[in-house]
Structure formats: structure tokens, C-alpha cells
């Protein structure tokens, strides 16, 4: 069988030029190589043109994402004469074993076969993936062997429901059969379940092939946390709105999906769940179209079904938030009433602050700090201690500067820290008295905020 290999890559550098050396290397050699960039910045299509003259070479004008990106690969290998018979996929972020090629192309033997996936490890040795799960009815990923030492307990060929799309290999009649990928799941997850279940349901089977190894750093192209749960929770529900009937989408699903609200909320996740409903939402219209090969006559009222289960799941997260937000605000209120022992301090300004300044000037302070309580005050960790200042009106009302100023290293009983200081101007021009003192910060991975002793 021909078969051929498409590396997508995106501002990959040395990493997109390592996986592509180890393609080269490959016992027995692809037929065709073909090289895929989607709009890097950073040199790394010219790299792959000086040092692989004989990969075929596509540069995209736009960043496709991987389902736009891998689509145009595998629009050109169809349009060879004679196309491919196997249509290899890579991350470049992968390191393929030498043998790897022969082992993801040999089940393909049987004609029932349509997409075979490796057994994928870590770079420390241990596996990342062998198989793919989904737990229903959320439709969260879970990687078979993940973080497991590989001790040959998943060296069985099986089959299986879903595969991980970071490298896989995939029948050319069986793509013609189905059609490519789904661009909507742009830039990027969800996309290879969702092939994974158009091929199951066209009678063809998803093979485990574990003599296939290969290395994967794993999200390399994406590593803000941030972005990455707001893209993984729009696949989801995409592939959950395209393939689950209207009952099971308004049913289980959304009885599940409140309680996954919960969880995530805690852990301030609501941002990346607020973007991804309303991404749905505006893309429902399409979704509904796409869903016509699996749903051909569906209900009159689905899309009034759909939208408002959609705003009952934001109403839902901002429920959550507020009763967040209203026991942390408790908790600060119970910070200030025992602040006094925490935060009881000799303060001593090491030289003399101007007595008139321009209402434009900032300046800098030095403080020395003496912790005369007896609870000791944390330089680092989730709550550390800051220096931070008030500006004070003549009506006594105070405004907290912006600037506050870490410990130089935690202070026991009896310790003293010397800090330096920005000050910022005052809000207007005017007469102000300044204040110093202690903070407690609250931080977690989106806000900060401070509770004054």
C-alpha cells in the first residue's frame, strides 16, 4: 500500500525540524512527505525548505488550525495520480520510532480497518496514550495508561472507540467515504473523536496498534491554561451538539453539565466556560446543519431547545460566581476582624519622603518593618504578606495605592524586613497624608486582591 505522511506545523522551530528528521528516518520510507505550515512567524517553513528538499512543502496564507490545516494536506495527497491508499497524520511536536511507519500501516490489511493509533509516552518514558475514553454524558477525554510506567500492560492490539489524532493513521477510500474533518472545531480539539465517530458509524473500526511508538510533548503550540480549557471546553461541546440526539443533549448532558459548573467554578474556570457557551451558541445555527447526516428530521423546536438550555447553563455559572464571590468577601471580613495581632507592626521610614512633590512625580520609600505580634508574616504562597500604602484625605477617608511591595524573606515574632517601596501619585492635586501597612493577598490563577489589616 502507498502511503504518505503530512506534518502540520505552527511556528515550531527546532522541534518541527527534529520531528521531521525523524520522518526521514523512517524503515520502511513513506511514499510522500508533505509539510504543512499554517502561517508561522518564525522561520520555520524556510528551515523546512533548505533541510528537506524532498518533503513537499505547503505554506498556508492564515493559520487554519489543525482541522483546517491537515484538510489542505489531504486535499493535495487525493489530488496525487495515483493518491495514497494510508494518509499518516502528525503533530510536530512528535518524535516517531524508527520502525514506527511499517507497525501503523500493517492493520490495514483488514478492509474493516479506518483509522489505526499508537501507543504514545511521555518523554520521561512513561505513557501518555493507549486509547481513548469519553465519559458520558459530559464527553470528558480520558487518555488510556496516562502517566502509567510502561511495563507492556497495553502491548495487545484491540479495538477501540476513539483514538488521540496526534498521530494517526487513516484509510484514504474510508476519508472519501466519511469526508475530512470538521473545521468548526477550530483551532483545534474534538476534531479527531468526531471523525472517530463518522467512520464508526460508516462500519468501519478504530484499531490500538501498540508496536507504533513515538514520543509527544503534548500542547506545545498552546501552553496558556487559560486558552486551553476555553478550546478544549468548545470542542467538547460542539461534538456534544453535533452528536448526541436532542434527548440526550437536554437530558443527562445538561443535569451533568450543572454539576460540572460547580466543580469548575471552584477552581475558576468560569471564564473559559462563558466563552466557550457563547461560542456555541452563535455557532449553533451550523451545528444543527452539520448534524443533519446523523439527525435528518429533527425536532421542529430544536433550536429554541438548544439556545435556551444554553443560557440556563450561563445563568448557572453566574450563579456559582456570585456565591463565590460573596464567601470570599465573608472570609475577608473574618481577615480584618483578626487582622490586629496578625499584622501588628513597628514601622520606621529609612530616610526623609519629600514634603511637596509634582502631582505627576512618583517616588520611591524605604520602610523597615518590625513584626512585634506573635503570628509570623509569609514572604511566599498563595496568601503572602505585602507592603502597600493609603493615600488619606483631609475628610479621613483613605484610597489604596496600586503599588505594594514584597517581603524580602518571611518575618518570625521579633523579626524586622526592610522593604522599598513605589509610591504613585495621589488621585488629584491637593493636600494628602500618606499610610503604610500590611496586606494579605489572595491569589488565584485569574485575580488578586488585598485585605487591609
Known sequence: ?????????????????????????????????LAVDNDSRDGTPDQIAALFPSFTLIRNAHNLGFAGGMNVGIRALLAHDPPPDIIVLLNQDTLVDREWLGAITA????PEIGAVG????????????????????????RHVGRYEPDRGQYDAPRDVEYITFAAVALRRQALEHVGLFDEGYYPAYFEDVDLCVRLRRAGYRIRYEPRATLVHREATSQQDR???????????????FKTYTIDEITGPFAEAERLLIERLVRVSEERALRWAYDRILSALPGILHARREIDPDPPSDALIRLRTLLFALQRTVNQYVHQRLAARAEDIDQLKDAATERFAARYAVVGQPPARLDWSQFWEIDVEVQNVGSVSWRATGAHPIRLGYWWIDQSGAGLAGRQRAALP????PGGCVRCTLRIDPPPAPGRWRLRVGLVEEYINSFSTYGVQP
Open 226 to 240: 487559560l486558552t486551553h480549557s476555553a478550546l478544549f471546553h468548545h470542542g467538547r461541546l460542539r461534538f456534544v
Open 118 to 141: 499508537c501507543k504514545i509516552r511521555y518523554p520521561d518514558g512513561t505513557i501518555q496514550h493507549a486509547g481513548l475514553a469519553l465519559d458520558w454524558p459530559l464527553a470528558l477525554s
Open 107 to 110: 492493520p490495514f490489511d483488514d
Open 409 to 412: 524573606a518571611s518575618a518570625p
Open 1 to 33: 500500500m502507498r502511503s504518505a505522511v503530512i506534518v502540520l506545523t505552527w511556528n515550531g522551530g527546532a522541534e518541527a525540524i527534529a520531528c521531521l528528521h525523524r520522518v526521514s528516518q523512517l524503515n520502511p520510507a513513506p511514499d510522500i512527505v
